[in-house]
Protein backbone atom coordinates (compact mmCIF):
# COMPACT_ATOMS: atom_id res chain seq x y z
CA UNK A 1 0.00 0.00 0.00
CA UNK A 2 2.76 2.59 0.97
CA UNK A 3 4.35 1.48 -2.65
CA UNK A 4 1.22 2.93 -4.33
CA UNK A 5 0.79 5.81 -2.19
CA UNK A 6 4.54 7.25 -3.07
CA UNK A 7 3.87 6.15 -7.07
CA UNK A 8 0.63 8.47 -7.32
CA UNK A 9 2.14 11.44 -4.97
CA UNK A 10 5.32 11.41 -7.47
CA UNK A 11 2.26 11.41 -10.42
CA UNK A 12 0.65 14.42 -8.81
CA UNK A 13 4.11 15.83 -8.32
CA UNK A 14 4.89 15.78 -11.98
CA UNK A 15 1.64 17.42 -13.03
CA UNK A 16 0.89 14.55 -15.34
CA UNK A 17 -2.48 13.60 -14.95
CA UNK A 18 -3.46 17.44 -14.22
CA UNK A 19 -2.80 19.17 -17.60
CA UNK A 20 -4.94 19.82 -20.20
CA UNK A 21 -3.93 19.88 -24.34
CA UNK A 22 -4.49 22.22 -27.03
CA UNK A 23 -4.30 21.41 -30.97
CA UNK A 24 -5.43 23.97 -33.48
CA UNK A 25 -3.65 26.62 -35.86
CA UNK A 26 -0.59 24.56 -36.92
CA UNK A 27 0.49 24.06 -32.82
CA UNK A 28 -0.14 21.79 -29.72
CA UNK A 29 0.94 22.37 -26.31
CA UNK A 30 -0.51 21.60 -22.80
CA UNK A 31 -1.46 23.80 -20.62
CA UNK A 32 -2.33 23.57 -16.82
CA UNK A 33 -5.56 21.84 -15.25
CA UNK A 34 -8.33 24.70 -15.42
CA UNK A 35 -6.79 27.39 -17.78
CA UNK A 36 -9.14 27.84 -20.94
CA UNK A 37 -8.37 28.25 -24.58
CA UNK A 38 -9.73 30.71 -26.40
CA UNK A 39 -9.22 32.22 -30.28
CA UNK A 40 -8.34 35.82 -30.19
CA UNK A 41 -10.06 37.90 -32.73
CA UNK A 42 -8.85 41.57 -32.35
CA UNK A 43 -4.81 41.13 -31.91
CA UNK A 44 -3.43 40.67 -34.88
CA UNK A 45 -0.89 37.20 -35.30
CA UNK A 46 -2.54 35.84 -32.19
CA UNK A 47 -3.44 32.28 -32.77
CA UNK A 48 -4.84 30.86 -29.37
CA UNK A 49 -5.38 32.41 -25.83
CA UNK A 50 -4.69 30.31 -22.45
CA UNK A 51 -6.14 31.99 -19.30
CA UNK A 52 -6.26 31.71 -15.76
CA UNK A 53 -9.14 34.26 -14.98
CA UNK A 54 -8.76 34.25 -10.94
CA UNK A 55 -5.01 34.36 -10.91
CA UNK A 56 -4.64 37.05 -13.76
CA UNK A 57 -2.66 34.75 -15.85
CA UNK A 58 -3.06 34.76 -19.69
CA UNK A 59 -0.65 33.05 -22.41
CA UNK A 60 -0.65 34.10 -26.03
CA UNK A 61 0.58 32.62 -29.00
CA UNK A 62 1.60 34.46 -31.67
CA UNK A 63 2.73 33.18 -35.82
CA UNK A 64 3.79 35.61 -37.55
CA UNK A 65 5.78 35.48 -41.21
CA UNK A 66 9.94 35.41 -41.05
CA UNK A 67 11.21 38.22 -42.73
CA UNK A 68 14.81 38.68 -40.68
CA UNK A 69 16.71 36.21 -38.36
CA UNK A 70 15.91 35.17 -35.18
CA UNK A 71 17.97 37.19 -33.58
CA UNK A 72 17.26 40.58 -35.42
CA UNK A 73 13.37 39.45 -34.22
CA UNK A 74 14.19 39.13 -30.77
CA UNK A 75 16.84 42.49 -30.39
CA UNK A 76 13.40 44.37 -32.39
CA UNK A 77 11.01 42.62 -29.57
CA UNK A 78 13.23 43.83 -27.28
CA UNK A 79 14.17 47.38 -28.27
CA UNK A 80 10.29 47.83 -28.92
CA UNK A 81 9.30 47.31 -25.12
CA UNK A 82 11.95 48.98 -23.85
CA UNK A 83 10.83 52.12 -26.01
CA UNK A 84 7.18 51.58 -25.91
CA UNK A 85 6.93 50.64 -22.40
CA UNK A 86 9.79 53.13 -20.97
CA UNK A 87 7.22 55.93 -19.06
CA UNK A 88 5.99 52.92 -17.36
CA UNK A 89 8.43 52.24 -15.83
CA UNK A 90 9.74 49.06 -17.83
CA UNK A 91 12.50 46.93 -16.29
CA UNK A 92 14.12 44.29 -18.24
CA UNK A 93 14.47 41.36 -15.36
CA UNK A 94 16.18 38.56 -17.57
CA UNK A 95 17.29 37.60 -21.00
CA UNK A 96 18.65 33.85 -21.82
CA UNK A 97 18.87 31.55 -25.03
CA UNK A 98 16.74 28.16 -24.73
CA UNK A 99 15.19 25.27 -26.94
CA UNK A 100 12.07 24.86 -27.62
CA UNK A 101 10.25 22.15 -30.01
CA UNK A 102 14.09 21.33 -30.83
CA UNK A 103 14.70 24.80 -31.95
CA UNK A 104 16.60 27.75 -30.61
CA UNK A 105 14.96 30.23 -28.88
CA UNK A 106 15.22 33.59 -27.64
CA UNK A 107 13.62 34.21 -23.82
CA UNK A 108 13.38 37.96 -22.22
CA UNK A 109 11.45 38.79 -19.26
CA UNK A 110 10.39 42.20 -18.61
CA UNK A 111 7.98 43.98 -15.55
CA UNK A 112 6.52 47.48 -16.25
CA UNK A 113 3.96 49.57 -13.99
CA UNK A 114 5.20 52.46 -11.97
CA UNK A 115 2.93 52.41 -9.15
CA UNK A 116 -0.66 50.94 -7.85
CA UNK A 117 -2.42 53.49 -10.13
CA UNK A 118 -0.96 51.88 -13.77
CA UNK A 119 -1.61 48.23 -14.61
CA UNK A 120 1.44 46.29 -13.58
CA UNK A 121 2.82 43.37 -15.73
CA UNK A 122 5.93 40.71 -15.39
CA UNK A 123 6.01 39.18 -18.98
CA UNK A 124 8.02 35.93 -20.35
CA UNK A 125 8.23 36.38 -24.18
CA UNK A 126 9.91 33.57 -25.32
CA UNK A 127 10.55 33.94 -29.35
CA UNK A 128 11.49 30.81 -31.83
CA UNK A 129 11.61 30.21 -35.68
CA UNK A 130 10.51 26.79 -37.19
CA UNK A 131 10.56 27.31 -40.98
CA UNK A 132 9.23 30.36 -42.15
CA UNK A 133 7.24 31.75 -39.44
CA UNK A 134 8.19 33.28 -35.75
CA UNK A 135 6.16 32.19 -32.84
CA UNK A 136 5.86 34.14 -30.10
CA UNK A 137 5.04 33.28 -26.50
CA UNK A 138 4.05 35.75 -24.23
CA UNK A 139 3.40 34.64 -20.77
CA UNK A 140 1.60 37.44 -18.61
CA UNK A 141 0.60 38.13 -14.74
CA UNK A 142 1.11 40.22 -12.29
CA UNK A 143 4.73 40.47 -10.58
CA UNK A 144 3.87 39.01 -7.51
CA UNK A 145 2.12 36.08 -8.94
CA UNK A 146 5.41 35.55 -11.50
CA UNK A 147 6.85 33.49 -9.18
CA UNK A 148 3.68 30.85 -8.69
CA UNK A 149 2.72 31.32 -12.31
CA UNK A 150 5.84 30.42 -13.77
CA UNK A 151 6.11 26.90 -13.59
CA UNK A 152 2.41 27.02 -14.91
CA UNK A 153 4.44 29.37 -18.22
CA UNK A 154 6.94 26.35 -18.48
CA UNK A 155 4.04 23.51 -19.02
CA UNK A 156 2.92 25.64 -21.97
CA UNK A 157 6.16 26.70 -23.12
CA UNK A 158 8.11 22.92 -22.59
CA UNK A 159 5.19 20.99 -24.05
CA UNK A 160 4.97 23.46 -27.46
CA UNK A 161 4.83 21.38 -30.43
CA UNK A 162 4.81 23.27 -33.86
CA UNK A 163 2.26 21.00 -36.32
Not at 16 to 37: A, N
Not at 54 to 81: D, H, P
Not at 147 to 160: A, G, Q, T
Request: glycine share 6%.
Amino acid sequence: MKKYLILLLVILATGCIFKGHYEGSGISFDYPMGWVTGTVMDLPGAIVVVEDFSRESTVFIFKEKANTTLEERYLEYAQKMSRELSEYCYKQISNRTLTVDGSKAYEIVYTFGCDQTQTREQTRTVILQKGDYFYIIECKTTPENFKNENPNFDIIINSLDIL
